[in-house]
Each structure stands twice: as C-alpha cells, then as structure tokens.
C-alpha cells in the first residue's frame, strides 16, 4: 500500500480512494478506477497525477512533511528576492557617501533587476546537476555574503564595487523563486496547485516591496548600510531552514526513465548527499558513466560528448520556452501587468520625497515606508482571494463543461486584475499630474499591486503547466518578461516622462494593460490552438495535462 493511503494526515485532506491501483494502471489510464479526492458538492476531484505506489513519490509524502518544505522554500524565496532591492526606497540617501547623481543611485536599483532577469538562465542550468535543493542553498549563502559586501562599501570611491554587489545578489537571489515552482508541481496535484503558486509568488513579489519597506523604517533611525545589515537575519533563517528540513522532490513518473539510488535515511548522511554538492539527488547519468570507464577509451569520449550536448541543452530550453507563442502571449500580458507596478515601486521615492517646492510631497524615510505598506495591503489581499479562489474558479469552469481539464480555466482568474489594473494606472497619473491628496495615491497603488498579484501567480500556473517537464525552465522564461519592463523603465522613465508628462506616462501604462487584457482574452477562447504551436519551436517541451478527466459524479452510496 503507498504512503499516501497509510498516511491519516494526507487522508484527512484528500480522501483518497482506490488505494491499491496499481502505479502503471494509475498513471496509464486515469479512467480506470482513477484515485480521487471527496468533495462534498456531489463531484470527485482525479488526481492528477496520479500518485504512484513508490514511497520516494513526493505525492506519497505526509501533507506535513510537504507544507514544511514548501514553507522553507517560501521563506529561502521570500529572504532571497528582497536582498537585492534592499535600498530600493533609500538610495537617494547615498548620494552623500559617493558624491553621485540620484540617476547614479537610481542605477544601483536596476542593477538587481538586472541581475534578477540574468541569473535564472545563467545558474538554474545546474539543478539538473546537483539538485534543486542544493542550488537553493548555495545561492543564499552568495546572497548573504553579497549583503555584507554591500553594507561594507561605506567609502566614496566604493559605488562601483557596491554597484556589483547588487547586480551579484540579484543573480542568486532570484534562485529559490525560479526553483519553487519546480517544488509545487511535484509534491501537489493539478487541484492544489492554484492555492500553492498563490501563496508563493505573492511572498514573492511582497519581498519585493517589503523589504524596501522595512528598509525604509531602518534608514529612518540609522545609517544606510544597516539596510543590508538587517537582511542577514532572514536570509540566515533561510540558509539553516533549508539546510535542515528541505528534501530533494526529484521523482520521473516515465516507467523507462532512470531512477536514481535512494538516498541515504540517517539525516546527517541524507543531508550531504543532498547539499554538498548534491549529485546524488540526481539520476545516475552520463557524468557517471563516464567517470567509470577509463581515461582514453572511446566510450568515455561519447559519454563525455553527450553530457556536454545535455548541459548545452539544459541553457536552451529555457530559451525556447521563451519564445513559444504561449510564453509570448502570456509574458507580454506580465510584461506589462506586474512591470508598470515594479515601475512604481522602483521610482515612488522620487515622487513623494521631492520636496514640496518643486511639486513633490516632501516624505521622509519614514513617511515613504508607511506608504509603501499600501501596496502591503494590496499584496496581502491578493493572497487571500488566491488561496480561496485560484483552484476553485477554473474546477467551477472545467465542472461546468463537462469535467475535462483544460489549463486555459486557469485563466478565468485573470479577467478581474485586467479590469482593476487600469483603473489604478489611471489614478495614479492623474493624482501626480494634478498634485492630489498622497491618499489618493494609495488608493491607486493599492489596486495596482493587488490587480498585478491576482493575475501573477495565475500565469506562473498556467505557463508552468504547459511545460510539466520543465517547470523551472518555464518559470526562468516568464520571469525574463517579468522582470524586463521594470529593469527598462529606470532607464526610460525620465525621458518618457519629459516627452508625455507624469499623467500622460501613467495613463498610457493604463492603456497598454487594456491592450494586454485584449492579449489574454485570445489566450483564454483559442489557447489550446495556440499551444499546439510549441512543437515548431521544440517537440521535446511541449507537455501538458490537457484533457484528463478532473471531475468524476460521486458514486452512489
């Protein structure tokens, strides 16, 4: 019998039925006597997929060991995304110690950002290598140090060195979020994963602007470099989390697929197979078959061959992922729904600390951070109604049609972001443009952050599911989107502003979500269509749970 049927935990929560299918049958035809999960709305919910009867199956596990990885992974997320915008509300504070511009400081900023969209595609070519788990925990440790780097380049001449402590964090400081949704997707089914991805990448984006926020209160009672001081103590708390609870999620459900030796059950020895460096997390593959022929001999050239095409293989995907019509369509729909907020976010301190003289609002740094938490408002908002209604809403939809699932009922959650994202945009224009109350400003910045993290995890979700193979290969290419409006606009914003005014700006942001919204609805009626067009791009990649049966009638008692 598999761990999930003998464990009461798991039970408690899905009710599994049908405990002794075997593991082929269950994964080949998911219509015979499939396991399912109780509702109590007269409908089952399947499992997919559908859990295996091996106890290294991720699914098997007991919910509590799932939730404690999955809440170490949102912290190592939570403490490796804030890092390197640390200073995002304070840098004006800088100009002092480097005797630079504000646009200098402002660089500063982007630099993480930089390194944020770089990093993934740079570094997550590794986890294939030495596991997940492993890359998580080395990327943290590179975070930590970068943060002491930073709070260390107290000298006029150190803006250059401090500069690159910002662009190194942002590339390993985005790590833990790259690799979360590979977490998600093996150790929750298709009905949980809504919730999952609602919980993460909002903890996500919230570390994005809280931890300028939390800056912001620091700087108002000490020096700037307490900014970064201050960080060490989460991004701590990740790095020993991690260290102690987290387990590698590796599992192929392909019968033919290698499998990997089980590692060790003592935790010291379990720990550093997994960690240093984490090799054996992974399937026996070519770099071991090389390494036990002998040097010279043909077989070791051809296996040395194929690991280095593999590897190769391992920076293209993520690539090719990103150019999918799907991935276009859906990026170009984040490209502009989460860049405009991140745009906000990066340049609201040259809004409301300008003094009052010259138009601006005169904030402190104390001021600013009070601010900022309407965006916390907005952020914490979203996370509730995903964790209510991200599963629920697209299980109505497929229920209503019959049962089948199709990822694009994912996307019935994007049509009220769409609507509230301009909204937000628009009174945001039009409170800078015409100097109205800052609270009308917080009223806009709220809608803003709490459309954008509606619609975020929503899209992770669905591009995710798209490419089950490659999950963090897909979250590497939505992150490139993500992430590249808001790394361009620090470099445009002064001279779009200059050309268009602060409303006008703010008002054509509103007018390209609308644009978007457009984007998304084609997505939503024709995206099956469009995803079959994946295979021009790569046969290899295109993977998904599009028609399985999801909802089952209950059986009568």
Known sequence: MSAVASDPAFLEDSKIANPTTSAVASIQNTTDQPKITHKKNGKDVVLVPQPSDDEEDPLNWPMRKKLLIFVCICLAGFAGQMSPNSNQLTFTLQIPTYHKTQTDLLNSVAAGLAGWMAGP????????VIGRSSVVFWSLLVVFGCQIWAAEMT????????VMSRLICGMFGVIPAIMGPGYIMEMFYLHQRGKAF???????????????????????????PYVFWWTLGPVGAAIISVFLFVEDTTFSRDPKAVKRAPLPKAWLANRVATFLPGTRTQPVGKASEAASHPPGSSTITNSVLQLTVDQVRRFIVPLQITVTPI??????????ALGLPIMQASTVAIYLTTPTAVGGYGFSSLQLAFFTMTAWVGIIGAQVYGYFFNDKTPLWVARRF????HPEYRLANTILPGILLPIGLGIYGAALEYHLHFMVLALASFLMWFGALLALPVCYNYIVECFLHTPVEAAVALNSY???FGLMSVFIITQWQAAVGVGWMWGMGAFFILFVDIIMLVVILKGHSIRKLTVHVSKSIASTEDGTRIIVKKEQE
């Open 155 to 162: 000298g006029p001449d150190d803006f250059i060195p401090f």
């Open 402 to 405: 019959g049962g089948t699932w």
């Open 121 to 128: 595609f740079l570094i997550t070519p590794l986890a294939p």
């Open 198 to 224: 609602a919980i993460f990448e909002v903890l996500i984006i919230f570390a994005v602007v809280g931890g300028g926020t939390l800056g912001g209160f620091i700087a108002n009672t000490q020096p700037w």
């Open 327 to 336: 991935t276009l369509l859906v990026g170009t729909f984040v490209f502009a």
């Open 482 to 484: 993500r992430i590249a």
